[in-house]
């Protein structure tokens, strides 16, 4: 429903920084990007 | 130009032909998805989200609002279109998240996945949106002061 704009399509390569965490509580796996990384709930939506 | 902002305001730069509405992120987080996976963006609470539309008025803001609403608010998640798609050309709102914004109206709408390049319209090319913790810096807006407004309201 809503979308994202982001890097321009001529003369950058694109990247996703995305570093890949693990939930110490939960063990669950996921991909994260910025500087304060936290477990997300998972399963949440309609 | 400084633009001052709360946790609980929302701002609007109107232009001729464009809108864009900034909010903080609060430090929430975000899931991004792609077509091959999900990214979560985590936040600062300084942080910017920044939503772009064509037009302006009333009918626009309601619809930033409302997107930024169910992003913050909902966690509704964002969306990455892959290239080419053709909603592409169909999208009323496109948002990008994080300390640093840059407008371009260069770019394919709701296809990129990077959180600091956003679509806009060709008054707003070259922008830039740097989150603080007292608000928002707009640099390089040129139209400011021609038929453009600045609009703060309660988020």
């Not at chain 2, 300084?46 to 009918?59: C, I, N, P, Q, Y």
């Not at chain 2, 948002?95 to 679509?119: A, Y």
């Not at chain 2, 060709?122 to 640099?139: C, N, Q």
Request: one cysteine or more.
């Amino acid at each position: 429903m809503c979308t994202v704009g982001g890097g321009p399509d001529i003369g950058e390569v694109e990247t996703l920084a995305a570093r890949d965490y693990e939930c110490l509580d939960c063990k669950s796996k996921f991909q994260g990007m910025g500087r304060r990384p936290m477990c997300p709930p998972v399963n949440q939506g309609m | 130009m400084h633009i001052p902002l709360s946790d609980d305001e929302i701002a609007y730069i109107e232009g001729e032909d464009g809108t864009i509405a900034l909010a903080k992120s609060k430090g929430r987080f975000f899931y991004l998805e792609t077509e091959e996976r999900e990214v979560i963006l985590f936040t600062e609470p300084e942080d910017l989200m920044v939503a772009s539309s064509f037009g302006r008025g009333e009918k626009i803001r309601r619809g930033l609002h409302c997107t930024l609403f169910q992003l913050r608010e909902l966690g509704a998640p964002l969306i990455v279109l892959p290239k080419g798609h053709p909603a592409s050309p169909r999208l009323k709102t496109v948002v990008s998240i994080g300390p640093f914004t840059r407008l371009s109206c260069t770019i394919q709408p709701g296809t990129h996945p990077e959180q600091n390049v956003l679509c806009g319209s060709e008054e707003f090319h070259g922008l830039e949106i740097v989150a603080g913790p007292r608000g928002a810096e707009v640099k390089g807006w040129l139209a400011e002061g021609k038929g453009a407004a600045l609009v703060v309201e309660r988020f």
